[in-house]
Protein backbone atom coordinates (compact mmCIF):
# COMPACT_ATOMS: atom_id res chain seq x y z
CA UNK A 1 0.00 0.00 0.00
CA UNK A 2 1.23 3.40 -0.95
CA UNK A 3 -0.22 6.72 -0.50
CA UNK A 4 -0.13 9.24 -3.51
CA UNK A 5 -1.05 12.42 -4.42
CA UNK A 6 -4.92 13.00 -4.45
CA UNK A 7 -6.05 15.18 -7.28
CA UNK A 8 -6.29 17.93 -7.11
CA UNK A 9 -9.50 18.98 -9.60
CA UNK A 10 -12.73 17.06 -8.93
CA UNK A 11 -13.31 14.47 -10.45
CA UNK A 12 -16.90 14.98 -10.75
CA UNK A 13 -17.91 18.56 -9.86
CA UNK A 14 -22.09 17.96 -9.57
CA UNK A 15 -20.80 16.32 -6.38
CA UNK A 16 -17.52 18.07 -5.29
CA UNK A 17 -16.05 21.28 -5.90
CA UNK A 18 -13.31 23.78 -5.26
CA UNK A 19 -14.13 27.10 -3.96
CA UNK A 20 -13.92 29.15 -6.82
CA UNK A 21 -17.74 28.15 -7.71
CA UNK A 22 -18.69 26.38 -4.64
CA UNK A 23 -22.42 24.75 -4.41
CA UNK A 24 -23.26 27.71 -2.07
CA UNK A 25 -21.76 30.67 -0.56
CA UNK A 26 -22.20 29.70 3.05
CA UNK A 27 -21.93 26.35 5.45
CA UNK A 28 -25.43 24.46 5.65
CA UNK A 29 -26.00 25.29 9.00
CA UNK A 30 -26.73 28.14 10.56
CA UNK A 31 -27.63 29.12 14.10
CA UNK A 32 -31.52 30.36 15.01
CA UNK A 33 -32.24 33.07 17.29
CA UNK A 34 -35.35 34.74 18.75
CA UNK A 35 -38.05 34.80 21.80
CA UNK A 36 -37.53 30.96 21.44
CA UNK A 37 -34.33 30.54 22.65
CA UNK A 38 -31.39 28.94 20.07
CA UNK A 39 -31.65 26.54 17.74
CA UNK A 40 -30.15 25.10 14.85
CA UNK A 41 -31.47 24.40 11.10
CA UNK A 42 -29.76 22.51 8.58
CA UNK A 43 -30.27 24.62 5.19
CA UNK A 44 -28.14 22.84 2.45
CA UNK A 45 -30.56 20.64 1.95
CA UNK A 46 -33.62 23.24 1.96
CA UNK A 47 -34.96 25.00 -1.42
CA UNK A 48 -34.30 28.11 -1.60
CA UNK A 49 -38.02 29.39 -1.25
CA UNK A 50 -38.28 27.63 1.56
CA UNK A 51 -36.30 29.18 3.67
CA UNK A 52 -38.94 31.87 5.04
CA UNK A 53 -41.58 29.65 6.60
CA UNK A 54 -44.37 31.79 8.58
CA UNK A 55 -47.32 29.50 9.40
CA UNK A 56 -49.60 28.34 12.57
CA UNK A 57 -48.30 26.52 15.36
CA UNK A 58 -49.48 22.37 15.19
CA UNK A 59 -48.25 21.14 18.35
CA UNK A 60 -47.94 17.53 19.36
CA UNK A 61 -46.48 16.27 22.08
CA UNK A 62 -44.90 12.37 20.77
CA UNK A 63 -43.78 12.21 16.88
CA UNK A 64 -46.46 9.16 16.86
CA UNK A 65 -49.25 12.01 17.13
CA UNK A 66 -48.38 13.13 13.79
CA UNK A 67 -49.91 9.90 11.91
CA UNK A 68 -53.34 10.42 13.10
CA UNK A 69 -53.24 14.05 12.18
CA UNK A 70 -51.85 13.16 8.53
CA UNK A 71 -54.53 10.39 8.39
CA UNK A 72 -57.26 12.46 9.42
CA UNK A 73 -56.36 14.88 6.76
CA UNK A 74 -55.92 17.84 9.69
CA UNK A 75 -52.59 18.73 8.72
CA UNK A 76 -53.44 19.76 4.98
CA UNK A 77 -52.61 23.22 5.43
CA UNK A 78 -49.84 25.30 5.73
CA UNK A 79 -48.32 24.76 9.02
CA UNK A 80 -45.36 24.92 11.62
CA UNK A 81 -45.33 21.54 13.28
CA UNK A 82 -43.77 22.22 16.83
CA UNK A 83 -42.91 19.01 18.60
CA UNK A 84 -41.92 19.49 22.14
CA UNK A 85 -41.17 17.40 25.34
CA UNK A 86 -38.50 15.72 23.30
CA UNK A 87 -35.46 17.36 24.73
CA UNK A 88 -32.46 15.58 26.64
CA UNK A 89 -33.79 16.06 30.15
CA UNK A 90 -37.80 15.09 28.72
CA UNK A 91 -37.19 12.14 27.32
CA UNK A 92 -32.98 11.78 26.69
CA UNK A 93 -33.38 14.08 23.45
CA UNK A 94 -34.14 10.44 21.05
CA UNK A 95 -34.21 11.61 16.84
CA UNK A 96 -37.30 12.05 15.37
CA UNK A 97 -37.11 10.39 12.09
CA UNK A 98 -40.98 9.19 12.27
CA UNK A 99 -41.96 13.11 11.31
CA UNK A 100 -39.71 13.24 7.66
CA UNK A 101 -41.90 10.81 5.75
CA UNK A 102 -45.25 12.92 6.76
CA UNK A 103 -43.97 16.61 6.35
CA UNK A 104 -41.67 15.42 2.94
CA UNK A 105 -45.41 14.47 1.71
CA UNK A 106 -46.83 17.57 2.54
CA UNK A 107 -44.32 19.41 1.21
CA UNK A 108 -44.56 17.73 -2.00
CA UNK A 109 -48.05 18.11 -2.07
CA UNK A 110 -47.36 22.15 -2.16
CA UNK A 111 -47.61 23.23 1.43
CA UNK A 112 -45.27 25.28 3.54
CA UNK A 113 -44.31 23.62 5.81
CA UNK A 114 -41.69 23.74 8.48
CA UNK A 115 -40.48 22.04 11.84
CA UNK A 116 -39.22 23.34 15.24
CA UNK A 117 -38.90 20.85 18.39
CA UNK A 118 -36.39 20.67 21.31
CA UNK A 119 -35.24 17.25 20.28
CA UNK A 120 -32.82 16.18 17.16
CA UNK A 121 -33.66 14.81 13.68
CA UNK A 122 -29.63 13.84 12.68
CA UNK A 123 -28.82 13.49 9.22
CA UNK A 124 -32.20 13.48 7.86
CA UNK A 125 -33.54 16.81 8.56
CA UNK A 126 -33.17 16.94 4.67
CA UNK A 127 -35.53 19.10 2.46
CA UNK A 128 -37.86 20.65 5.04
CA UNK A 129 -36.67 23.36 6.46
CA UNK A 130 -36.33 22.14 10.64
CA UNK A 131 -35.25 23.63 13.76
CA UNK A 132 -33.93 21.44 15.70
CA UNK A 133 -31.98 21.14 19.36
CA UNK A 134 -34.11 23.80 20.82
CA UNK A 135 -32.52 25.23 24.22
CA UNK A 136 -33.98 25.68 26.69
CA UNK A 137 -36.25 22.48 26.11
CA UNK A 138 -39.43 22.55 27.21
CA UNK A 139 -38.93 20.51 30.52
CA UNK A 140 -36.42 23.51 31.52
CA UNK A 141 -38.90 26.32 31.12
CA UNK A 142 -38.44 26.98 27.49
CA UNK A 143 -40.94 28.89 25.83
CA UNK A 144 -42.10 26.19 23.31
CA UNK A 145 -43.75 24.67 25.87
CA UNK A 146 -46.28 27.77 25.98
CA UNK A 147 -46.97 27.80 22.12
CA UNK A 148 -50.31 26.88 21.37
CA UNK A 149 -52.30 25.45 18.61
CA UNK A 150 -52.76 28.53 15.45
CA UNK A 151 -49.97 30.79 17.00
CA UNK A 152 -48.16 31.91 14.43
CA UNK A 153 -44.45 30.68 13.52
CA UNK A 154 -41.65 32.77 11.48
CA UNK A 155 -39.10 30.44 10.73
CA UNK A 156 -36.39 32.47 8.76
CA UNK A 157 -33.51 31.13 8.22
CA UNK A 158 -31.38 33.41 5.79
CA UNK A 159 -31.76 35.70 8.71
CA UNK A 160 -31.35 33.78 11.07
CA UNK A 161 -34.44 34.07 13.14
CA UNK A 162 -37.00 31.87 14.97
CA UNK A 163 -39.85 33.89 16.64
CA UNK A 164 -43.35 32.91 18.10
CA UNK A 165 -45.60 35.89 16.99
CA UNK A 166 -47.58 36.16 20.00
CA UNK A 167 -47.51 38.72 23.21
CA UNK A 168 -45.67 38.56 25.52
CA UNK A 169 -47.63 39.52 28.44
CA UNK A 170 -50.32 36.65 26.46
CA UNK A 171 -47.71 34.09 26.75
CA UNK A 172 -46.54 35.07 30.38
CA UNK A 173 -50.00 34.36 31.42
CA UNK A 174 -50.32 31.46 29.97
CA UNK A 175 -49.62 27.96 32.12
CA UNK A 176 -45.97 26.29 32.19
CA UNK A 177 -45.70 23.28 30.41
CA UNK A 178 -47.02 20.03 31.71
CA UNK A 179 -44.47 17.02 30.70
CA UNK A 180 -46.82 14.16 30.01
CA UNK A 181 -47.88 11.62 32.54
CA UNK A 182 -46.27 8.19 30.32
CA UNK A 183 -43.74 6.57 32.96
CA UNK A 184 -40.72 5.11 30.86
CA UNK A 185 -40.07 2.26 33.10
CA UNK A 186 -39.72 -0.11 29.87
CA UNK A 187 -37.23 -1.61 27.34
CA UNK A 188 -34.02 -0.62 29.73
CA UNK A 189 -35.07 3.07 30.36
CA UNK A 190 -35.72 2.66 33.68
CA UNK A 191 -32.68 2.00 34.69
CA UNK A 192 -31.21 5.81 33.24
CA UNK A 193 -33.90 7.55 34.77
CA UNK A 194 -31.28 9.45 37.22
CA UNK A 195 -28.71 9.89 34.40
CA UNK A 196 -31.69 11.57 31.84
CA UNK A 197 -31.71 13.41 34.94
CA UNK A 198 -28.38 14.60 34.97
CA UNK A 199 -28.31 15.62 31.28
CA UNK A 200 -27.47 19.26 30.36
CA UNK A 201 -28.84 21.26 27.68
CA UNK A 202 -28.43 20.45 23.64
CA UNK A 203 -26.25 23.35 23.47
CA UNK A 204 -23.91 22.11 25.77
CA UNK A 205 -24.03 18.99 24.60
CA UNK A 206 -26.61 17.07 26.41
CA UNK A 207 -24.48 14.86 28.53
CA UNK A 208 -24.61 13.81 31.69
CA UNK A 209 -20.60 13.60 32.18
CA UNK A 210 -20.05 17.54 32.62
CA UNK A 211 -21.61 20.39 33.84
CA UNK A 212 -22.31 23.49 30.91
CA UNK A 213 -19.64 25.99 31.61
CA UNK B 1 -0.06 31.92 8.66
CA UNK B 2 -0.28 34.69 6.61
CA UNK B 3 -2.68 32.81 4.00
CA UNK B 4 -5.24 31.50 6.78
CA UNK B 5 -8.83 33.16 6.53
CA UNK B 6 -9.02 35.76 9.05
CA UNK B 7 -12.29 34.38 10.79
CA UNK B 8 -10.85 31.08 10.83
CA UNK B 9 -8.28 32.74 13.02
CA UNK B 10 -10.36 34.83 14.77
CA UNK B 11 -12.56 32.05 16.07
CA UNK B 12 -9.14 30.03 16.87
CA UNK B 13 -7.36 32.46 18.73
CA UNK B 14 -10.91 33.14 20.44
CA UNK B 15 -11.68 29.72 21.69
CA UNK B 16 -7.99 29.52 22.77
CA UNK B 17 -8.19 33.19 25.18
CA UNK B 18 -11.22 31.45 26.61
CA UNK B 19 -9.94 28.15 26.75
CA UNK B 20 -7.69 29.41 29.50
CA UNK B 21 -6.66 28.12 32.44
CA UNK B 22 -8.73 24.84 31.77
CA UNK B 23 -6.18 24.10 28.87
CA UNK B 24 -2.85 24.92 30.61
CA UNK B 25 -4.06 22.70 33.40
CA UNK B 26 -5.31 19.71 31.08
CA UNK B 27 -1.90 20.39 29.18
CA UNK B 28 0.08 20.09 32.45
CA UNK B 29 -1.92 16.60 33.27
CA UNK B 30 -0.11 15.60 30.67
CA UNK B 31 3.10 16.59 30.56
CA UNK B 32 3.30 15.12 34.22
CA UNK B 33 1.85 11.68 33.13
CA UNK B 34 4.66 11.24 30.57
CA UNK B 35 7.21 8.57 30.85
CA UNK B 36 9.79 7.20 29.05
CA UNK B 37 9.27 3.68 29.95
CA UNK B 38 6.07 1.70 28.62
CA UNK B 39 3.15 2.59 30.82
CA UNK B 40 2.87 -0.98 32.42
CA UNK B 41 6.55 -0.45 34.57
CA UNK B 42 4.51 1.72 37.11
CA UNK B 43 2.49 -1.66 37.89
CA UNK B 44 3.35 -4.00 41.08
CA UNK B 45 4.40 -7.56 39.82
CA UNK B 46 0.88 -8.88 41.01
CA UNK B 47 -1.13 -6.39 38.74
CA UNK B 48 1.17 -7.09 35.53
CA UNK B 49 0.94 -10.91 35.99
CA UNK B 50 -2.75 -10.52 35.82
CA UNK B 51 -2.59 -8.11 32.97
CA UNK B 52 -0.81 -10.66 30.64
CA UNK B 53 -2.03 -14.16 32.53
CA UNK B 54 -4.28 -15.10 29.60
CA UNK B 55 -1.65 -13.76 26.98
CA UNK B 56 0.47 -16.25 24.48
CA UNK B 57 4.27 -16.79 25.51
CA UNK B 58 5.87 -14.95 22.90
CA UNK B 59 3.47 -11.50 23.69
CA UNK B 60 3.97 -12.25 27.86
CA UNK B 61 7.63 -11.92 26.77
CA UNK B 62 7.67 -8.87 25.73
CA UNK B 63 5.04 -7.84 28.36
CA UNK B 64 7.90 -8.83 30.74
CA UNK B 65 10.95 -7.05 29.17
CA UNK B 66 9.30 -3.79 28.88
CA UNK B 67 11.12 -2.44 25.66
CA UNK B 68 8.21 -2.74 24.06
CA UNK B 69 4.91 -0.51 23.40
CA UNK B 70 1.54 -2.33 24.59
CA UNK B 71 -1.19 -0.95 22.83
CA UNK B 72 -5.08 -1.06 23.69
CA UNK B 73 -7.94 -1.94 21.84
CA UNK B 74 -11.45 -0.60 22.52
CA UNK B 75 -14.09 -2.32 20.32
CA UNK B 76 -17.75 -1.08 19.60
CA UNK B 77 -18.23 -4.79 17.78
CA UNK B 78 -21.49 -6.17 17.66
CA UNK B 79 -23.86 -7.51 15.07
CA UNK B 80 -26.32 -4.81 15.55
CA UNK B 81 -24.38 -2.05 13.27
CA UNK B 82 -23.73 -3.03 9.80
CA UNK B 83 -21.01 -0.55 10.19
CA UNK B 84 -18.99 -2.74 13.23
CA UNK B 85 -20.15 -5.62 11.96
CA UNK B 86 -16.38 -5.87 10.45
CA UNK B 87 -14.53 -5.37 13.30
CA UNK B 88 -15.19 -8.98 14.44
CA UNK B 89 -11.54 -9.98 12.90
CA UNK B 90 -9.78 -6.38 13.63
CA UNK B 91 -8.74 -7.16 17.04
CA UNK B 92 -6.65 -10.38 15.23
CA UNK B 93 -5.35 -8.54 12.50
CA UNK B 94 -4.16 -5.63 15.16
CA UNK B 95 -2.30 -7.91 17.08
CA UNK B 96 -0.47 -9.69 14.44
CA UNK B 97 0.29 -6.72 12.82
CA UNK B 98 1.67 -5.19 16.28
CA UNK B 99 3.54 -8.86 16.97
CA UNK B 100 5.24 -8.27 13.67
CA UNK B 101 6.91 -4.71 14.42
CA UNK B 102 7.44 -6.62 18.01
CA UNK B 103 4.66 -4.95 19.82
CA UNK B 104 1.42 -6.62 21.98
CA UNK B 105 -1.99 -5.45 21.63
CA UNK B 106 -4.73 -5.96 24.03
CA UNK B 107 -8.77 -5.37 23.70
CA UNK B 108 -8.90 -3.33 26.83
CA UNK B 109 -12.49 -2.85 26.51
CA UNK B 110 -15.73 -3.92 24.68
CA UNK B 111 -18.13 -0.81 24.78
CA UNK B 112 -21.85 -0.80 23.87
CA UNK B 113 -22.87 0.48 20.45
CA UNK B 114 -26.43 1.44 19.12
CA UNK B 115 -27.98 1.42 16.10
CA UNK B 116 -30.10 4.22 15.62
CA UNK B 117 -31.44 3.13 12.39
CA UNK B 118 -32.69 -0.41 14.42
CA UNK B 119 -34.27 1.48 17.65
CA UNK B 120 -35.64 4.60 15.41
CA UNK B 121 -39.27 5.55 16.35
CA UNK B 122 -38.89 2.97 18.83
CA UNK B 123 -38.16 3.23 23.24
CA UNK B 124 -34.57 2.13 22.55
CA UNK B 125 -34.09 5.66 20.99
CA UNK B 126 -34.45 7.57 24.07
CA UNK B 127 -31.23 5.42 25.35
CA UNK B 128 -29.38 6.12 21.96
CA UNK B 129 -27.67 9.80 23.49
CA UNK B 130 -26.94 8.63 26.62
CA UNK B 131 -25.26 5.74 25.70
CA UNK B 132 -22.65 8.14 23.95
CA UNK B 133 -21.58 9.00 27.80
CA UNK B 134 -21.61 5.28 28.64
CA UNK B 135 -19.34 4.61 26.01
CA UNK B 136 -16.78 7.15 27.21
CA UNK B 137 -17.10 5.83 30.79
CA UNK B 138 -16.37 2.42 29.50
CA UNK B 139 -13.50 3.85 27.17
CA UNK B 140 -12.03 5.04 30.65
CA UNK B 141 -12.68 1.43 32.33
CA UNK B 142 -10.62 0.12 29.93
CA UNK B 143 -7.80 2.24 29.83
CA UNK B 144 -8.17 2.29 33.48
CA UNK B 145 -5.81 -0.81 33.83
CA UNK B 146 -2.65 1.26 33.21
CA UNK B 147 -1.10 -1.04 30.52
CA UNK B 148 -0.98 0.80 27.31
CA UNK B 149 1.15 2.96 25.64
CA UNK B 150 -1.25 3.80 22.69
CA UNK B 151 -5.28 3.14 21.95
CA UNK B 152 -6.76 1.91 18.53
CA UNK B 153 -10.29 3.18 18.51
CA UNK B 154 -13.10 0.43 16.51
CA UNK B 155 -15.89 3.01 16.16
CA UNK B 156 -17.83 4.61 13.45
CA UNK B 157 -21.03 5.15 14.23
CA UNK B 158 -23.38 8.10 15.16
CA UNK B 159 -22.69 7.89 19.89
CA UNK B 160 -19.34 5.93 19.34
CA UNK B 161 -17.33 7.93 18.08
CA UNK B 162 -17.85 10.88 20.24
CA UNK B 163 -17.94 8.45 23.26
CA UNK B 164 -14.71 6.69 22.02
CA UNK B 165 -13.02 10.19 21.97
CA UNK B 166 -14.02 11.44 25.31
CA UNK B 167 -12.95 8.42 26.78
CA UNK B 168 -9.93 8.89 25.18
CA UNK B 169 -9.21 12.51 26.34
CA UNK B 170 -9.34 11.84 29.50
CA UNK B 171 -6.06 9.61 28.98
CA UNK B 172 -4.90 12.66 27.30
CA UNK B 173 -1.43 11.57 27.79
CA UNK B 174 -1.73 8.35 25.15
CA UNK B 175 -1.72 8.39 21.07
CA UNK B 176 -5.26 7.49 20.20
CA UNK B 177 -5.67 6.63 16.04
CA UNK B 178 -8.92 5.57 15.03
CA UNK B 179 -9.46 2.35 12.62
CA UNK B 180 -12.64 3.02 10.56
CA UNK B 181 -14.31 -0.37 8.22
CA UNK B 182 -15.59 1.32 5.91
CA UNK B 183 -18.88 2.52 4.23
CA UNK B 184 -21.42 0.06 2.90
CA UNK B 185 -21.57 -0.10 -0.91
CA UNK B 186 -24.34 1.45 -2.77
CA UNK B 187 -27.54 0.48 -2.61
CA UNK B 188 -30.70 1.94 -3.57
CA UNK B 189 -30.37 5.61 -3.73
CA UNK B 190 -31.33 7.85 -1.37
CA UNK B 191 -34.22 9.86 -3.67
CA UNK B 192 -35.90 6.34 -4.36
CA UNK B 193 -35.69 5.09 -0.76
CA UNK B 194 -37.37 8.75 0.32
CA UNK B 195 -40.22 8.41 -2.31
CA UNK B 196 -40.96 5.10 -1.37
CA UNK B 197 -41.13 6.15 2.17
CA UNK B 198 -43.47 8.96 1.31
CA UNK B 199 -45.67 6.98 -0.98
CA UNK B 200 -46.09 4.53 2.36
CA UNK B 201 -46.82 7.33 4.74
CA UNK B 202 -49.37 8.01 2.20
CA UNK B 203 -50.83 4.55 2.14
CA UNK B 204 -49.84 3.98 -1.50
CA UNK B 205 -47.83 1.18 -1.63
CA UNK B 206 -47.89 -2.00 1.37
CA UNK B 207 -45.68 -2.86 3.16
CA UNK B 208 -43.50 -5.66 1.97
CA UNK B 209 -42.93 -2.85 -0.52
CA UNK B 210 -41.48 -0.57 2.20
CA UNK B 211 -39.28 -3.42 3.61
CA UNK B 212 -38.08 -4.57 -0.23
CA UNK B 213 -36.85 -1.01 -0.35
CA UNK B 214 -35.57 -1.26 3.08
CA UNK B 215 -33.37 -3.75 2.64
CA UNK B 216 -32.35 -2.71 -0.93
CA UNK B 217 -30.79 0.43 1.36
CA UNK B 218 -29.54 -0.91 4.27
CA UNK B 219 -28.02 -4.54 2.56
CA UNK B 220 -24.25 -5.51 3.71
CA UNK B 221 -21.68 -4.35 6.33
CA UNK B 222 -20.51 -0.84 6.43
CA UNK B 223 -21.82 2.79 7.33
CA UNK B 224 -25.05 3.28 5.81
CA UNK B 225 -24.98 4.94 2.57
CA UNK B 226 -26.45 8.51 2.72
CA UNK B 227 -24.11 11.14 4.42
CA UNK B 228 -25.35 11.26 7.75
CA UNK B 229 -23.49 11.30 11.13
CA UNK B 230 -21.53 8.28 10.61
CA UNK B 231 -19.80 9.27 7.59
CA UNK B 232 -19.88 12.84 9.23
CA UNK B 233 -17.49 11.88 12.04
CA UNK B 234 -15.36 9.87 9.09
CA UNK B 235 -14.39 13.13 7.44
CA UNK B 236 -14.17 14.87 11.28
CA UNK B 237 -11.83 12.64 12.40
CA UNK B 238 -9.77 12.61 9.32
CA UNK B 239 -9.63 16.85 9.72
CA UNK B 240 -8.94 16.48 13.19
CA UNK B 241 -5.64 14.17 12.59
CA UNK B 242 -7.26 11.10 14.40
CA UNK B 243 -7.72 8.69 11.50
CA UNK B 244 -5.60 7.84 8.30
CA UNK B 245 -5.71 10.57 5.69
CA UNK B 246 -8.28 8.50 2.76
CA UNK B 247 -8.70 5.66 4.98
CA UNK B 248 -12.72 6.54 5.55
CA UNK B 249 -14.27 5.35 2.62
CA UNK B 250 -12.34 2.21 1.21
CA UNK B 251 -15.53 -0.51 1.37
CA UNK B 252 -14.94 -3.37 4.16
CA UNK B 253 -14.37 -5.97 1.51
CA UNK B 254 -12.14 -4.29 -0.55
CA UNK B 255 -8.29 -5.75 -0.25
CA UNK B 256 -6.62 -2.02 0.87
CA UNK B 257 -9.36 -1.90 4.12
CA UNK B 258 -6.52 -4.33 5.82
CA UNK B 259 -3.36 -2.93 5.04
CA UNK B 260 -5.21 0.26 6.13
CA UNK B 261 -5.63 -1.27 9.61
CA UNK B 262 -2.14 -2.79 9.82
CA UNK B 263 -1.16 0.74 8.76
CA UNK B 264 -3.17 2.01 11.54
CA UNK B 265 -1.18 -0.09 14.31
CA UNK B 266 2.02 0.47 13.39
CA UNK B 267 1.40 4.35 13.19
CA UNK B 268 0.00 4.70 16.79
CA UNK B 269 3.47 2.67 17.99
CA UNK B 270 5.57 5.26 16.06
CA UNK B 271 3.94 8.04 18.43
CA UNK B 272 4.15 6.95 21.85
CA UNK B 273 5.88 8.14 24.63
CA UNK B 274 8.80 5.64 23.89
CA UNK B 275 9.62 6.78 20.70
CA UNK B 276 10.48 10.59 19.40
CA UNK B 277 7.60 11.38 18.01
CA UNK B 278 5.34 11.59 20.74
CA UNK B 279 1.75 12.59 20.12
CA UNK B 280 -0.34 12.13 22.64
CA UNK B 281 -4.37 12.43 22.25
CA UNK B 282 -4.61 15.95 24.48
CA UNK B 283 -2.04 17.96 22.60
CA UNK B 284 -3.42 16.74 19.13
CA UNK B 285 -7.03 17.59 19.90
CA UNK B 286 -6.43 21.65 20.57
CA UNK B 287 -8.53 24.08 19.18
CA UNK B 288 -7.16 24.01 15.97
CA UNK B 289 -7.77 20.27 15.46
CA UNK B 290 -11.55 21.60 16.52
CA UNK B 291 -11.79 24.35 13.75
CA UNK B 292 -10.43 21.87 11.08
CA UNK B 293 -13.28 19.33 11.59
CA UNK B 294 -16.28 21.95 12.27
CA UNK B 295 -14.78 23.65 8.59
CA UNK B 296 -14.43 20.43 6.97
CA UNK B 297 -18.13 19.51 8.20
CA UNK B 298 -19.99 22.53 7.41
CA UNK B 299 -18.06 22.53 3.96
CA UNK B 300 -19.66 18.92 3.20
CA UNK B 301 -23.03 19.76 4.65
CA UNK B 302 -22.34 17.08 6.94
CA UNK B 303 -25.09 15.86 9.74
CA UNK B 304 -26.27 17.90 12.29
CA UNK B 305 -25.88 15.60 15.36
CA UNK B 306 -22.32 15.47 14.92
CA UNK B 307 -22.13 19.02 15.91
CA UNK B 308 -23.26 17.83 19.04
CA UNK B 309 -20.03 16.04 20.49
CA UNK B 310 -17.86 18.95 20.18
CA UNK B 311 -19.07 20.76 22.96
CA UNK B 312 -18.22 18.06 25.02
CA UNK B 313 -14.70 17.14 23.62
CA UNK B 314 -13.73 20.21 24.08
CA UNK B 315 -14.80 20.26 27.92
CA UNK B 316 -12.94 16.84 27.82
CA UNK B 317 -10.04 18.82 26.70
CA UNK B 318 -9.90 22.21 28.87
CA UNK B 319 -11.25 24.05 25.49
CA UNK B 320 -13.96 25.92 26.34
CA UNK B 321 -17.10 24.00 25.04
CA UNK B 322 -19.32 27.50 24.64
CA UNK B 323 -16.53 28.99 22.71
CA UNK B 324 -16.98 26.02 20.18
CA UNK B 325 -20.79 26.29 20.25
CA UNK B 326 -19.86 30.11 19.08
CA UNK B 327 -17.17 29.05 16.77
CA UNK B 328 -19.58 26.76 14.74
CA UNK B 329 -21.96 29.31 14.61
CA UNK B 330 -19.99 31.86 13.46
CA UNK B 331 -18.19 29.36 11.04
CA UNK B 332 -21.55 28.42 9.92
CA UNK B 333 -23.28 31.51 8.80
CA UNK B 334 -19.60 32.73 7.54
CA UNK B 335 -19.70 33.12 3.95
CA UNK B 336 -16.35 31.84 3.48
CA UNK B 337 -17.02 28.26 4.60
CA UNK B 338 -18.68 27.68 1.08
CA UNK B 339 -20.70 24.69 0.57
CA UNK B 340 -18.15 22.30 -1.65
CA UNK B 341 -20.44 19.53 -1.46
CA UNK B 342 -23.40 17.97 -2.83
CA UNK B 343 -22.49 14.80 -1.53
CA UNK B 344 -25.90 14.18 -0.12
CA UNK B 345 -28.40 15.82 -3.10
CA UNK B 346 -26.68 14.87 -5.91
CA UNK B 347 -24.43 11.89 -5.20
CA UNK B 348 -26.93 9.16 -5.85
CA UNK B 349 -24.27 6.67 -5.17
CA UNK B 350 -22.69 7.14 -2.55
CA UNK B 351 -19.44 4.67 -2.05
CA UNK B 352 -18.79 2.93 -4.77
CA UNK B 353 -15.55 3.59 -6.81
CA UNK B 354 -12.49 4.60 -6.58
CA UNK B 355 -13.38 8.06 -7.35
CA UNK B 356 -15.45 8.57 -3.80
CA UNK B 357 -12.51 7.21 -1.53
CA UNK B 358 -10.66 10.66 -2.82
CA UNK B 359 -13.98 12.31 -1.09
CA UNK B 360 -11.68 13.25 1.89
CA UNK B 361 -8.71 14.38 0.28
CA UNK B 362 -10.65 16.42 -2.43
CA UNK B 363 -12.42 18.09 0.25
CA UNK B 364 -9.42 18.78 2.54
CA UNK B 365 -7.22 19.75 -0.06
CA UNK B 366 -8.00 23.26 -1.80
CA UNK B 367 -7.72 24.11 1.75
CA UNK B 368 -4.78 23.14 2.48
CA UNK B 369 -3.03 24.68 -0.54
CA UNK B 370 -2.95 28.43 1.47
CA UNK B 371 -1.93 26.72 4.70
CA UNK B 372 1.30 27.04 5.97
CA UNK B 373 2.70 24.45 8.67
CA UNK B 374 1.12 25.52 11.91
CA UNK B 375 3.37 23.66 13.91
CA UNK B 376 2.31 21.86 17.23
CA UNK B 377 1.90 17.66 17.00
CA UNK B 378 -0.05 14.99 15.87
CA UNK B 379 -1.79 14.44 12.34
CA UNK B 380 -3.71 16.91 10.59
CA UNK B 381 -4.62 16.90 6.92
CA UNK B 382 -1.99 14.82 5.14
CA UNK B 383 0.07 16.48 3.13
CA UNK B 384 0.72 13.81 -0.41
CA UNK B 385 3.98 13.44 -1.82
CA UNK B 386 3.96 11.04 -4.86
CA UNK B 387 5.20 7.85 -4.45
CA UNK B 388 6.69 7.54 -1.30
CA UNK B 389 5.73 4.97 0.98
CA UNK B 390 5.68 6.73 4.33
CA UNK B 391 2.95 8.45 5.66
CA UNK B 392 3.75 12.30 6.59
CA UNK B 393 1.92 14.03 8.96
CA UNK B 394 2.00 17.57 8.86
CA UNK B 395 -0.71 19.76 11.09
CA UNK B 396 -2.61 22.17 9.68
CA UNK B 397 -4.89 24.84 9.91
CA UNK B 398 -8.16 24.65 7.59
CA UNK B 399 -8.88 27.38 5.29
CA UNK B 400 -10.66 28.91 2.41
CA UNK B 401 -8.11 30.33 0.14
CA UNK B 402 -10.65 33.18 -0.65
CA UNK B 403 -11.42 36.21 2.09
CA UNK B 404 -15.02 37.31 2.76
CA UNK B 405 -16.44 39.31 0.26
Known sequence: ?213 | MADLNATVLAVTQAIRDRSQPLRGLYLQQIKDAKRDQPRREQLSCGNLAHGFAACGTEDKQRLKLMQSSNIAMVTAYNDMLSAHQPYETYPNQIKQALSAIGCTGQIAAGVPAMCDGVTQGRPGMELSLMSRDLIAQCTALGLSHEMFDGLLALGVCDKIVPGLLMGALSFGHLPTIFVPAGPMPSGLPNKEKQRIRQQFARGEIPREALLEAESASYHSAGTCTFYGTANSNQVMLEAMGLQLPGSSFINPEDPLRQLLTQAAAEQVTRITALGSDYRPIGAVVDERSIVNAVVALLASGGSTPAHHPFDRHCARCGTHPELVGFCRFVLGGAAFVQHLSQWRRRCESFSCGRRHRLFVPGTLNPRLDACRCAGGLGCGFFRLYPGTLRARWRFALAASTHRVA
Open chain 1, 1 to 213: MRWQQAPTASLDDQVLRAGDKPFSAEGGLKLLTGNLGRSVIKTSAVALDRRLITGPAVVIEHQDELDALFAAGDLNQDCVVVVRGQGPKANGMPELHKLTPFLGALQDQGYRVALVTDGRMSGASGKVPAAIHLTPEALDGGLIGRIQNGDVICLDSDAGELTVLVDPDQMSERPDWQPSTRVANSCGRQLFNLNRAQLNCAEAGATYLFEAV
